[in-house]
């Protein structure tokens, strides 16, 4: 059963976050966790799938324990989604085989609420230690999107869409199905379109040039793909990342928004002159509470003094969670600082020392309310319901190849290949992380240098 269901997972092409569902779920795990938190500020995609389709979850969930022989499940939703829950539960418990193996983890409004190590470490009351991963302390996370992609991939069914949510400054708030690979203009198109765009056209700089016309050297609003908090702004034309749930319009002079469109070499700056080495952003650092060995200010000092390598080298720890950067008097960012380290560390192939951990006892005192959240990020006012409507069509795609794991996937087409709705596209290379990319639509493929194009 256990290596059936590996084998349709692989050929199905899930994915479980940064590894291949088939990969994660070949360790053995005592506790599976399902991860509807929700965790990105202003996400719905959660709470909307689990509300939709708790028959599917609950099966992928039955189907995970049974590959890896967990004994436990445990439920993190966000209390914002107990109604889902309820569905959900109805679920588990007409079914025997969890019936008396669910935890409810009650998680509560704080951000961030999620983070897979986060979440073991309630499921489990063991500490995941510095620099290590859920299955650490016995556990495996997969969100709910996965257990749902797992019950779809024991259908035969292939992955080709994700649900994500379009909010900010959109006339109609909405969750959608989204084939791969299709450009962000056309999520927000389906969200209505920017609220007072007429009146102030996307990408048209208002300053006047010398003759009074206007010229395009400044946008006035901004899309933050994967939100305001651990996501990064992208062009309205560019295809949506497959690991993306969340797309966030805000116009570009909002304090959110400007952090995003700050270069990095300005933040720098502003780091090494304005810090004021106060630790706020390390007294509300999640992994630092978690007992991690990351300190952000310690980071930001480094970057201006002499400290030593191991400072630098403890962004690898870092989540990106960004609540360093709302934490902070100064105005500056220490997680876009913290978070250009860790690049550079990824691209030196560096992998963090495992440690030990030891969780701090005021942490949950130091947890950040979520609604404090969106007040201090002035986005209080988006926070609203976005219901699931249904699945965009496309005419055309251009699924990016890249890997979450690092590389890319080959394709495995060619120009003016004709391809059906669901056929593989492209393969990830050889051996464990070997994962097929399978069209989203039918019709002629031509080969770009951001992936394969697919056109009806
Ligand atoms: S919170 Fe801001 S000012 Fe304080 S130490 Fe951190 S980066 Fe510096
Ligand atoms: S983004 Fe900031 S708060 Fe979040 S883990 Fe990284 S250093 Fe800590």
Redesign the pocket.
Known sequence: MGSALLAKLRDAGVRAGREPAHVLLSTPAEVMVADGTDTAPLSRADRELVARYPQDVARGLKLAMQATGARRAVLALAPEAREASGALAREISADGFLKFHVTDLKIASHYPAGGATHLAALATERPVPSGGTPEDVGAHVLSVRTLLAIAEADRGQPQTHQLVSIMGEVNRPVTVWVPYGLPLMRLVAAAGGIRGAAARPLARSRAATADGSTAGTAADFVYLEGGPLGGQAASPDAPLRPDTNLVVVLRADSRAAATHLTPLEVHTRR?LS?????????AVCPRFLAGWRIE??RI?RALARALPDEVLVSAALCSGCGV?TV????G?A?DILTLAVREQLARAGFEPRIEPARPRSYAADRRLPRERLLLRLDLARYDVAAPLAGTLAADRVVVPLELPWGGKASPVVRDGHRVKAGQPIAQSPAGDLALPVHAPMAGSVRLSPLGVEISA
């Open positions: 780091a304005t810090c004021e080495n106060c630790e706020q952003c390390t952000p200010h930001v360093c934490a902070c008097p100064a500056l220490p």
